[in-house]
């Protein structure tokens, strides 16, 4: 692949797209674990906003290594690996990012083994990892303004 240039309006729909979701899940009630496992709904509605939020950043990171150094796709793991060898993500940032790709393959893959209190757990206390990591991405787009296509 030929590196060139991020694309701004991809970078403003993920960044979007992943606050969003994370303002979805602030929005369950999350007060207590028997208050949000009391509707079916609820960690149903964890779940895909979670994993939707998981995909999203997951995605921009791939756009910022193809687009930014020519890599082709490489599996969710592999891409958070790369970030860091490509100094986008620092070694802690990108430990993180591989945990929570393999998280959501759990969602993906062996979502019947996901509980609801493993959910609710992850939703009242873990949720501030992807805000990080989103920041540390758009951070990293910032400092590089040459690379980045401005159009919309």
Sequence with gaps: MTPSKIKASIVLERAEQITELLRGIDALPLGSYLQFQSDP???????????RALE??????????AKAFGLGPLEYKDMAL???????LSTVQSALLVELAGYRNRLVHFYDE?????????????????????RALLDWIHQHPDLVDERL
């Design 114 to 134: 996901v509980s609801a209190r493993e959910l609710y757990d992850i939703c009242t206390s873990q949720l501030q990892d992807i805000r990080n990591l989103l």
């Design 41 to 51: 709904r609820n960690p149903a509605a964890a779940e895909s906003f979670l994993r």
């Design 56 to 65: 999203a950043l997951l995605d921009l990171g791939r756009h910022i290594l």
């Design 82 to 88: 790369t970030l860091t060898r490509q100094k986008v």
